[in-house]
């Protein structure tokens, strides 16, 4: 095929060939490299294009930024119009080159747009990995806290059971002391029991020498009553021996007279009355000193027993009064000793109070801390298992971008092999038509 003058130019990552022909043909394609990732990727066509000149210029020449030299024509010494040359070219271009072309193009900027989308999700995936290092980094820091809030309660929960253990240790002195107080209690209360025992023997006892000196004052009694009626009776037979005795002087008289009468009988009858009278003075001063004597021993006896009943009973007072005194301030004690009890009772079961109070509250509060640890771990094996989804999604995508810069780069080395082709026979039909040219002119 023959071709007038025409023009091609090719541009290809910053080198431009060109030539100039009758009829003008241009060939324009641009292509920039590929970058990378996160580059770019844009191709772009300026079509093709014919145009036919009419007119006459002669000459050819080539011009490249690869070539060496500039190839120039002799100077023309007759000018000589080829008719043939004015003729239209018949330049059978095929017309679904247009439509691969158009359709490659499209390709490229769907692909071109799926790349930069994919780009732009790989940056939010990125973006959002920073943000998921920057939690992670986070709930490290602070789940390091929380192990150190974790300790301090650790430690608080050791003071607290050493504070329990403390408690505890207390409790068992306050019981033992307890027991001891108990068994003085216990040896007290044996000691009023033993006191109560001895006041009642002792009120006993006072009953019964109160008994005896009731019985003797009754004998007493029943003794100055004998003696008043022996009194009575001495009184009474020293009157009957008066009497008596008159009536024997009466009767003494009158014998008298009689024997003065009568002198037949010689009685002295004076001293028979008197020897009488001795013998019954004799008999009553005996029988009253007998009973004067006898009243007056059974009376020092009396009083003896008396004083002696007097002093054991001042002396039984005087214990009982000393018992009373011993078994008051033995109460005061004992409700002392209860009211002490009492309070380390109080004591006892406010600190096992306290103790199983703190021992809730710990328990509460480690139970509190157990279930927000679960709930970290929980958050923590959430974010995990999203970290590891978006792990496979940026492999995934990787992969995909990976591929899709495969295809890219067979794109580019296609282009470029178009390219070299293009540049190539397109040099060859310059080189063609400039001999041509050549041979007509010289022709001519």
Same mark, same amino acid.
């Given at each position: 095929?023959?071709?007038?003058?025409?023009?091609?130019?090719?541009?290809?990552?910053?080198?431009?060939?060109?030539?100039?022909?009758?009829?003008?043909t241009?060939?324009? $394609?641009?292509?920039?490299?590929?970058?990378?990732?996160?580059?770019g990727?844009?191709?772009?066509?300026?079509?093709?294009?014919?145009?036919?000149?009419?007119?006459?210029?002669?000459?050819?020449?080539?011009?490249?930024?690869? =070539?060496?030299?500039?190839?120039?024509?002799?100077?023309?010494?007759?000018?000589?119009?080829?008719?043939?040359?004015?003729?239209?070219?018949?330049?059978?271009i095929?017309?679904?080159?247009? =439509?691969?072309?158009?359709q490659?193009?499209?390709?490229?900027?769907?692909?071109?747009?799926?790349?930069?989308?994919? +780009?732009?999700?790989v940056?939010?995936? /990125?973006?959002?990995?920073?943000?998921?290092?920057?939690?992670?980094?986070?709930?490290?820091?602070?789940?390091?806290?929380?192990?150190? +809030?974790?300790?301090?309660? /650790?430690?608080?929960?050791?003071?607290?059971?050493?504070?329990?253990?403390?408690?505890?240790?207390?409790?068992?002195k306050?019981?033992?002391?307890?027991?001891?107080?108990?068994?003085?209690?216990?040896?007290?209360?044996?000691?009023?029991?033993?006191? $109560?025992?001895?006041?009642?023997? &002792?009120?006993?006892e006072?009953?019964l020498?109160?008994?005896?000196?009731?019985?003797?004052?009754?004998?007493?009694?029943?003794?100055?009553?004998?003696?008043? *009626?022996?009194?009575?009776? +001495?009184?009474?037979?020293?009157?009957?021996?008066?009497a008596?005795?008159?009536?024997?002087?009466?009767?003494?008289?009158?014998t008298?007279?009689?024997?003065?009468?009568d002198?037949?009988?010689?009685?002295?009858?004076?001293? $028979?009355?008197?020897?009488?009278?001795?013998?019954?003075?004799?008999?009553?001063?005996?029988?009253?000193?007998e &009973?004067?004597?006898?009243?007056?021993?059974?009376?020092?006896?009396?009083?003896?027993?008396?004083?002696?009943?007097?002093?054991?009973?001042?002396?039984?007072?005087?214990e009982? &009064?000393?018992?009373?005194?011993?078994i008051?301030?033995?109460?005061?004690?004992?409700?002392?000793?209860?009211?002490?009890?009492?309070?380390?009772?109080?004591?006892i079961?406010? *600190?096992?109070?306290?103790?199983?109070?703190?021992?809730?509250?710990?328990?509460?509060?480690?139970k509190?801390?157990?279930?927000?640890?679960q709930?970290?771990?929980?958050?923590?094996?959430?974010q995990?298992?999203?970290?590891?989804?978006?792990?496979?999604?940026?492999?995934?995508?990787?992969?995909? +971008? &990976?591929t899709?810069?495969?295809?890219?780069?067979?794109?580019?080395?296609?282009?470029?092999?178009?390219?070299?082709?293009?540049?190539?026979?397109?040099?060859r039909?310059?080189?063609?038509?400039?001999?041509?040219?050549?041979?007509?002119l010289?022709h001519?």
């Open positions: 095929m023959m071709y007038g003058r025409k023009a091609l130019s090719v541009t290809s990552g910053g080198s431009t060939r060109r030539a100039t022909a009758g009829p003008s241009s060939y324009s $394609i641009k292509r920039s490299s590929f970058g990378g990732l996160g580059a990727y844009n191709s772009s066509s300026s079509g093709y294009g014919m145009t036919m000149m009419g007119g006459g210029g002669s000459g050819f020449s080539l011009g490249s930024s690869q =070539a060496g030299g500039t190839l120039m024509a002799p100077p023309i010494t007759a000018v000589t119009v080829n008719q043939s040359l004015l003729a239209p070219l018949n330049l059978e095929d017309p679904t080159i247009q =439509a691969v072309r158009n490659e193009k499209e390709q490229i900027k769907s692909l071109n747009n799926r790349f930069a989308s994919f +780009i732009d999700k940056r939010f995936l /990125e973006q959002q990995n920073k943000m998921l290092e920057t939690k992670w980094s986070l709930l490290q820091d602070q789940t390091t806290t929380r192990s150190n +809030i974790e300790g301090m309660f /650790e430690a608080y929960i050791a003071n607290l059971r050493r504070q329990l253990d403390g408690l505890g240790n207390e409790k068992v306050l019981e033992g002391e307890l027991k001891n107080m108990q068994g003085l209690v216990e040896d007290f209360k044996r000691k009023y029991e033993d006191e $109560i025992n001895k006041r009642a023997a &002792a009120e006993n006072f009953v020498l109160k008994k005896d000196v009731d019985a003797a004052y009754m004998n007493k009694v029943e003794l100055e009553a004998k003696a008043d *009626a022996l009194q009575d009776e +001495i009184n009474f037979l020293r009157a009957v021996y008066e008596e005795l008159r009536e024997l002087q009466g009767q003494i008289k009158d008298s007279v009689i024997v003065e009468m002198n037949s009988r010689n009685l002295d009858m004076d001293s $028979i009355v008197a020897e009488v009278r001795a013998q019954y003075e004799d008999i009553a001063n005996r029988s009253k000193a &009973a004067e004597t006898w009243y007056k021993q059974k009376y020092e006896e009396m009083q003896s027993s008396a004083g002696q009943y007097g002093d054991d009973l001042r002396t039984t007072k005087a009982i &009064a000393e018992l009373n005194r011993m008051a301030r033995l109460q005061n004690e004992i409700e002392a000793v209860k009211g002490q009890r009492a309070n380390l009772e109080a004591q079961a406010e *600190a096992e109070e306290r103790g199983e109070l703190a021992v809730k509250d710990a328990k509460l509060r480690i509190d801390l157990e279930d927000a640890l709930r970290a771990k929980q958050d923590m094996a959430r995990v298992r999203e970290y590891q989804e978006l792990m496979n999604v940026k492999l995934a995508l990787d992969i995909e +971008i &990976a899709y810069r495969k295809l890219l780069e067979g794109e580019e080395t296609r282009w470029d092999k178009l390219e070299y082709f293009m540049l190539f026979h397109g040099c039909i310059c080189f063609n038509s400039e001999l041509s040219t050549n041979s007509t010289f001519y």
